[in-house]
C-alpha cells in the first residue's frame, strides 16, 4: 500500500481503543457525515468518455469494440466497466481521512458465492482488479449506488430503493460497530459461510425467496472444475482441447501460426512453474504435479474486456482429472491516480496481497507472475482456479425485500473486509450509533445513479454517431 496509507494506518492501531474511538469522532467534525449526501460533478469534471478511451489504449484492439458494446448494453452494465469514472469522482468528495483496503470496485455483482480451499461454500467479496489502501468511503458509495440503478433497472419505486441502501449500509455500519468490540483475531476469524448465511437470512426472506436460496446454494456447489471441463473442452486424438468459441473464447492454435504457438506454449509452462513460488510449498508441491494441456484467450466480464486473460487446462494423474487456472493481466489500479502507487511492484501481487487481506479465505490457487507477451511486453498476471464452486446473484430475479436482504448481506461483507485493513474502532467511532451515515448515503446512492445514467448515454451516443466503435455480439 502507499507508504503514507501504511504509516498513518499502523499508527493509529498501535493507539489506545480510547484514542482511536477520538480519531472517529474528532472525524465528524472535519467531515460531517450528512455531507456525504452531496454529489454534484465539478464544472471541470473529467469527460468520462476519454477516461474509457485511456483505459482502451492499452487493450487488445480487436475485444476493445465489444467492450463498448457490453457496457452500452444497460445502465448497470455500464456501472461495472466504470470504476475509473467513479473513482476519479469520488477524489473530490468527503471523506473521514481513516483508511482501509478498498476492494475499487465494490459493485453488488462483486459479492458473490466461493470455494474455500477446505471446501466450505462461502460467501465474500470475488474481484479485487482495482485494490489498493484509500478512503473506506468509496467502497460503500459505489456499493451503495449500484443498488440503486439495479433497483431502477427492476422499476423499483423511490421509496423500495431508499429503505434497499438503507439497509446495506446500516447493515456495514452496524457489524462495523461490533467488529469494534471484538479481539484482533475474532475479527480474522469472521466469515460467512453457508450456515451463516442461511441464519442471517432466516426471518429476512419469505418461503419463495429461502427457496430460491436453497437453489443458489446447490447451484454454486455444482460449479466446479469438472462441470467447466465439461462445458468447455472436447477430445482430439484422445487429449482434452479447449473448445473455440471465438470471440469470447479462442484457443491459442487458433490465434497464431504453429511456430509462435510453440514458443507460447513455453512460455504458459514457464509461467505456471514460476508462478507456483508464490504459492505456499504444500499448494506448490500440489501444482507441480499438473502437465500444461492447452491454453485459450478469455472475455471476462465487462469492465475488464480487452485486459489480456488466459485460461490454462493442466491434466493431473489422467485425462480426466483437470485444473483450469485463468491468468488475468494486473495493470494499475484506477485508485492509484487519486491515492498514490501501491507499494507492490508487481501488480498482480497488489492484487494477491488485496484479496487476501480482504477476504476471509481466498482460492488455494492465487498467485501472481510476470511475463512476456506475444508482441514482447513484459506485462503483470494474477492467476487463480477458473471456476470452483461460483454462484453469483441475480438481481433482475429479485423481489424489493430479496434485494435489501441482500444488500443487508453485502454490507456486512464488506465491513469486515475493511476491519481486517482498517482502524474498525474509528470507522465504528465515526459512523456511530445514529442512521446519519445511512440517510446521506442514500441521497448519494441516487444522485450518483442519474450521473451514471447520464454517462451511459452519452457512451450510447458516442457508439451511434461513430466516436467509439461498439459490435453487436453475444452477451455472457
Known amino acids: 500500500m502507499p507508504q503514507h496509507a501504511t504509516t498513518a494506518m499502523r499508527a493509529s492501531l498501535r493507539a489506545t481503543p480510547e484514542e482511536r474511538a477520538e480519531l472517529g469522532k474528532a472525524a465528524r467534525r472535519r467531515s460531517p457525515r450528512s455531507g456525504h449526501a452531496v454529489y454534484q460533478p465539478p464544472p471541470n469534471r473529467r469527460d468520462p468518455l476519454k477516461i474509457l478511451e485511456a483505459q482502451s489504449e492499452t487493450r487488445v484492439a480487436e475485444l476493445v469494440p465489444l467492450r463498448y458494446s457490453r457496457m452500452t448494453e444497460s445502465p448497470f452494465r455500464f456501472y461495472r466497466g466504470a470504476a475509473a469514472i467513479m473513482a476519479s469522482d469520488l477524489a473530490g468528495s468527503p471523506d473521514s481521512g481513516i483508511s482501509a483496503q478498498l476492494c475499487g470496485d465494490a459493485h453488488l455483482l462483486n459479492f458473490r458465492l466461493l470455494a474455500s480451499p477446505e471446501r466450505e461454500l462461502m460467501f465474500d467479496i470475488n474481484d479485487f482488479d482495482e485494490t489498493l489502501p484509500g478512503p473506506w468511503e468509496w467502497d460503500v458509495k459505489r456499493l451503495s449506488a449500484s443498488f440503486v440503478i439495479a433497483a431502477r433497472a427492476n422499476g423499483f419505486d423511490d421509496s423500495e430503493r431508499a429503505r434497499i441502501v438503507s439497509r446495506t449500509v446500516r447493515a456495514y455500519r452496524e457489524a462495523m460497530n461490533d467488529f469494534a468490540g471484538m479481539g484482533n483475531l475474532d475479527v480474522w476469524y469472521t466469515k460467512i459461510d453457508a450456515d451463516r448465511l442461511s441464519a442471517l437470512t432466516t426471518g429476512q426472506l419469505h418461503k419463495k425467496g429461502r427457496e ?265
Open 212 to 476: 430460491k436460496l436453497e437453489r443458489a446454494l446447490a447451484k454454486a456447489r455444482s460449479r466446479d472444475t469438472l462441470q467447466v471441463f465439461d462445458k468447455l473442452t472436447h477430445l482430439v486424438d484422445g487429449r482434452p482441447l479447449i473448445t473455440a468459441d471465438p470471440p469470447l473464447l479462442v484457443p491459442i492454435s487458433d490465434l497464431m501460426p504453429d511456430a509462435e504457438r510453440t514458443a507460447l506454449e513455453r512460455q504458459f509452462r514457464g509461467l505456471v512453474e514460476r508462478y507456483g513460488i508464490t504459492l505456499p510449498s504444500d499448494r506448490r508441491h500440489l501444482l507441480e504435479d499438473y502437465q500444461l494441456s492447452d491454453v485459450a484467450r478469455k472475455v471476462v466480464g465487462v469492465g475488464s474486456v480487452g485486459t489480456r486473460c488466459w485460461i490454462i487446462l493442466l491434466l493431473g494423474r489422467n485425462g480426466g482429472d483437470p485444473l483450469f487456472l485463468q491468468a488475468k493481466e494486473a495493470d494499475t489500479s484506477v485508485l492509484a491516480e487519486h491515492v498514490g502507487p501501491s507499494q507492490y511492484r508487481n501488480q498482480g501481487e497488489r492484487v494477491v496481497a488485496g484479496q487476501r487481506l480482504m477476504q476471509a479465505t481466498s482460492d488455494m490457487f492465487l498467485g501472481w507472475e510476470r511475463v512476456e507477451g506475444i508482441d514482447g511486453k513484459r506485462r503483470d498476471f494474477y492467476i487463480r482456479q477458473l471456476r470452483d464452486w461460483k454462484g453469483i446473484a441475480l438481481p433482475e430475479t429479485m423481489s424489493p425485500r430479496q434485494l435489501e436482504t441482500f444488500g443487508g448481506l453485502c454490507g456486512i461483507t464488506l465491513a469486515r473486509a475493511h476491519a481486517r485493513s482498517g482502524d474498525r474502532i474509528a470507522i465504528a467511532s465515526y459512523l456511530g450509533s445514529g442512521d446519519s451515515f445511512d440517510r446521506a448515503l442514500v441521497a448519494f446512492a441516487e444522485a450518483y445513479a442519474d450521473q451514471n445514467e447520464r454517462d451511459h448515454q452519452a457512451l450510447v451516443d458516442a457508439v451511434q454517431t461513430g466516436r467509439l466503435p461498439a459490435e453487436e455480439l453475444a452477451i455472457d
